[in-house]
């Protein structure tokens, strides 16, 4: 079984954008039995429960409101561990 990741933005802005949108490699996320995506009172987290390298890629964070849009970009590199152990 694999580890969770997790990436947590703080957005600002007034008025605070109403929602955010997350990509990965410029294609949009949406929420999924893999992926959990929350977004409540400027706090905007992005989960993937079942994480591999197949996850490795460049996140993107995106809030706009009436006044502008901004992004934060998280690259990410998952490796494959193999544990070898000797007798």
């Not at 294609?27 to 977004?39: G, T, V």
């Not at 390298?53 to 561990?81: D, M, W």
Request: aromatic share 8%; net charge neutral; glycine share 6%.
């Amino acid at each position: 079984m694999h580890t969770p990741l997790e990436i947590a933005i703080k957005v600002h802005g007034f008025p605070l954008p109403e929602q955010v949108s997350w990509f990965k490699d410029g294609q949009p996320l949406s929420k999924s039995r893999e992926i959990s995506l929350q977004y409540l009172d400027g706090n905007s987290t992005l989960i993937i429960h079942d994480t591999g390298p197949l996850n490795s890629g460049l996140y993107e964070c995106h809030a706009e409101n009436k006044h502008g849009n901004n992004t934060c970009r998280i690259p990410v590199q998952i490796f494959k561990v193999r544990l070898i152990f000797d007798r």
